[in-house]
């Protein structure tokens, strides 16, 4: 499989073919990318996320690189696990997962190594968290033909894909109906942290609507702030279909959500497939109705995953 690391195909080849995207190769790890060995050396923001890093990666001693941003947004490990536990249980006719906010690799790996799908395709625009992400692969051991890397933005490769899959790299083209979406997005944006419910409408640099609107055609998993207006949520889920979501724990403390979101099929009144549904704009005004949100639970533990 020639679309991914240590493909022997030159990059030459693939430009020359016109293509908008294409896989990543290997990149080479930049100043950016560290690998810290004691405090003294971490900058005093990432000292506290540096002291928890055997549960972000159990393998960090191994020699896992992150930049100093990431830090701030890898998916500790025992949460990547579980959420590869439970994305596993979609429809097995899913065969391919992409992973639209690749960050340092955290689910990108727990992905590749649950076995469950047939290939990983994972986007980050970052040049230096990309290589870290690459390399964290490499040292837990993943075959380079699990995962293809997309060095660019997802959501021009969404949309690509969406509407003119020529321009793709044919290693990029996958069918969406036998796709899931996972998406962790960046969580900026005024009061994430200190809101007691964080208007999903308000998070920057992407809202809840841009990632609707990018993902809506396929079964996809958004992975939220654990405050996270579930109302808002509940709004995304198509006509006569439940959204399930999940609290994720660590040590009794939830460290966020998702919420398991199934495609929008364009199936129209009339029932004939091709033709958009005529649905209520998910994104209009809050009501107070919210029939549309799974609710039961499930025992945590250390690191458990609570549904709500
Ligand atoms: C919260 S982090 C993802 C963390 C990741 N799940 C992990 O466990 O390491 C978000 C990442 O998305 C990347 N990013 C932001 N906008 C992007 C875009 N439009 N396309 C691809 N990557 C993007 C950022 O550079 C950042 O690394």
Redesign the pocket.
Known sequence: MGNSMGSKRGPEDREGAGYSMHPAEKLTLTDGCRHYEGKHEVPWDIQKYFAQRYSIFSWYDEGVYLTDD?WF???PEPV?NQIAIDISAADERKTILID????????TIAFALSERWQRVIA????AS?LACAQHNAEIYGVHPSMITWIHG???EYLDALANRPGELHPDLRVDMDTTVLFS???WGGPGYRSDEVFDLHTMQPYNLEQLHKAYKSMDHVLFLPRTSNIRQVAKLAPAGCKIEVVQYCMQGASKAMAAYVPARKPISREGKPGEEPHVEDPMSADSDSSPSIEKSTAPTNGSGSSKS
């Not at 986007?123 to 970052?126: A, G, L």
Request: proline share 8%; charged share 15%; net charge negative.
């Open positions: 990431a947004g890898v998916i990547a639209s906010f690749a960050g340092a690799g955290g689910n986007i980050e625009r970052d968290t933005d997802s959501f962790s997005p960046p």
